[in-house]
């Protein structure tokens, strides 16, 4: 199994990024998946999460309303778009897969990726 993330980079405070995760080797239909990401020094924290419908999605009361989670099951890729960042967001964000909902303890999903660094600047 291999999540595959990317669109990480470095954004000044306010503006947008939006991240892809592409997995393979799994049942994607069949998966839940989401975003943690680690500041430098901090635990995992969750940020969003999908379900495998697509109907329900889950988030972080820090992003809610400024960060939106969605999946192509077609293309076995999720997306999170980063909008309004604030500099404390500057973190490794990483791509989770699990087969429950919701997800709630990075240590206890099903599959982790890599993570893609986004830095944002004050």
């Known amino acids: 199994v291999q999540l595959q993330a990317s669109g990480g980079g470095l954004v000044q405070a306010g503006g947008s990024l939006r991240l892809s995760c592409a997995a393979s080797?799994?049942?994607?239909?069949?998966?839940?998946l989401g975003w943690f990401r680690q500041a430098p020094g901090k635990a995992q924290e969750f940020v969003a999460a999908?379900?495998?419908?697509?109907?329900?999605?889950q988030y972080a009361d820090s992003v809610r309303g400024r960060f939106a989670i969605s999946r192509d099951n077609a293309k076995n890729t999720i997306y999170l778009q980063m909008n309004s960042l604030k500099p404390e967001e500057t973190a490794v964000y990483s791509c989770v897969a699990r087969s429950d909902f919701p997800l709630v303890n990075y240590y206890d999903m099903d599959y982790w990726g890599q993570g893609t660094l986004v830095t944002v600047s004050s």
């Open positions: 999908i379900h495998w419908s697509g109907g329900t999605s």
């Open positions: 080797g799994l049942p994607f239909s069949r998966y839940a």
